[in-house]
């Protein structure tokens, strides 16, 4: 084996063609079986490799980039603890309240991708 060969390499431009051609079908597929359009969902949460990636994302759903909660300027790329960082970010600043709905999206490894929409209830009296 040469030298550096033992080593992963990512291209980052084929990751980005990946996660721009994948997710953004995949969000609006979830939107569609939640009979949700994009402007009402109140949160999106994304795998977090960049924060181009997230803007980007934003961007092709045509939604205020300051929806997306981001957590990579204080963590960088924590991978898939990326969405439990996120969403503990959220709980601690007292989101989502209740009947806010929040759209989780996430591409990882072997370019496996999928999204889910889930709506806070209210809490328990």
């Known amino acids: 084996m040469g030298t550096g060969r033992q080593y992963l390499k990512m291209n980052g431009p084929e990751v980005w063609e990946q996660v721009m051609t994948r997710v953004p079908p995949s969000v609006e597929e979830t939107l569609k079986l939640a009979g949700l359009r994009a402007d009402e969902i109140d949160h999106y949460v994304f795998h977090q490799a960049n924060r181009n990636l997230v803007?980007?994302?934003?961007?092709?759903?045509?939604q205020p980039r300051e929806k997306a909660v981001t957590t990579i300027?204080?963590?960088?790329?924590?991978g898939?603890?990326?969405?439990f960082?996120?969403?503990d970010r959220l709980r601690r600043s007292g989101r989502p309240r209740a009947g806010e709905h929040v759209l989780i999206a996430v591409i990882?490894?072997?370019f496996l991708w999928?999204?889910?929409?889930?709506?806070q209830q209210a809490s328990a009296a």
Do not use: F, K, P, Q
Not at 114 to 119: E, F, K, P
């Open 108 to 110: 990882g490894a072997g």
């Open 55 to 62: 803007t980007g994302l934003m961007d092709a759903l045509g």
């Open 114 to 119: 999928g999204s889910m929409c889930l709506r």
């Open 85 to 87: 960082t996120v969403l």
């Open 73 to 78: 300027e204080e963590y960088g790329n924590t």
């Open 80 to 83: 898939a603890a990326t969405i």
